[in-house]
């Protein structure tokens, strides 16, 4: 090449790279402008906290109805299998202990769904408050002593 198709490409190349330059810091700025602040959770309005909570509500109160109808079912399965074995001291002993620990879980179950459910219905919703605008500054009127600002 020389030195005027140098100075040629320079001129052009100048000018294209400061345009890219622009157009890559806007477009940047604008994904940072598009993106929520991270210090700030999102709001939520009172509605959509109740209807959050009637959801989780619900959904502990069909899993309570489903363990009290399995324990409902294993029940009766415990007394099945317990006919066989009415006059046998040592298995009934043992069916006895198998069936108070089974107890013991589904009163656990139970208990931790009610505490989920209490906690679930005890919170109250978080209303953020409106944000009010600055009161408006009172213009004073220039008295006779005062002088005009600069």
Do not use: C, H
């Not at 040629?8 to 890219?20: K, M, W, Y």
């Not at 959509?48 to 009637?54: L, S």
Request: charge should be positive; glycine fraction near 4%.
């Amino acid at each position: 090449m020389t030195n005027t198709s140098l100075s040629l490409a320079r001129r052009i190349a100048v000018p294209f790279l400061g345009v890219s330059l622009l157009l890559s810091a806007g477009a940047v700025m604008a994904w940072q402008q598009q993106r929520p602040p991270t210090s700030q959770p999102p709001t939520m309005s009172a509605s959509a906290i109740q209807a959050q909570q009637a959801n989780q509500q619900a959904l502990l109160m069909d899993q309570v109805q489903k363990n009290r109808v399995q324990e409902e079912q294993r029940q009766r399965n415990a007394a099945a299998i317990r006919r066989p074995f009415a006059n046998d001291r040592a298995a009934t002993g043992a069916l006895d202990s198998s069936d108070q620990a089974q107890r013991d879980q589904y009163n656990a179950r139970q208990q931790d769904l009610l505490n989920r459910y209490r906690a679930a219905s005890s919170v109250n919703p978080v209303v953020l408050p409106q944000q009010v605008p600055p009161p408006k500054q009172k213009v004073q009127p220039q008295g006779a002593g005062q002088q005009p600002a600069r």
